[in-house]
């Protein structure tokens, strides 16, 4: 990936979840007031039309707890990986390799695990963040 991908480190994406429950967050919260859902998945996915491939499509990708991507029914990668809660990782790809002219789908399973385990720690509940499987991604 080029830094000129994604230029500074601001997201033109955002997250988004399946229908959570209404609920409102105390602005004086530091986080963790709102109890997390447990173990869910979700599905995403986008249908596309594309007149040719471009030489280049990059995508980044980041999920609560866990993700795996596919283009046009291949995988293309899992993640993210490891991390301190408060510092959430994400991937990139170039996904150009994948794509076809005509009708493309990107497919997005996200697993959120709902309590701590040896492989992954919840964050802070802040609005949605740390309380269901969510995803933000950007092409």
Known sequence: MSTTDFPGVRWRGHWVAPDVPPFSVDPTSVGSDLPPAGF????????????EVPARVPLRVSADSR????????????????????????DEYDIAGHLRPGRNVVA?????????????????SSGLMGRDAQLVLEA
């Open 108 to 124: 997005v399973l996200v697993t959120y695990y709902g309590h701590a385990n040896s492989f992954w720690q919840p964050a802070a």
């Open 67 to 90: 993700y795996l991507l596919w283009v046009n029914g291949v995988e293309v990668g899992r993640g993210p990986i490891r991390s301190q809660p408060r510092r959430l990782r994400y």
């Open 40 to 51: 869910s998945r979700a599905q995403f996915r986008r249908v596309l039309d594309l007149p």
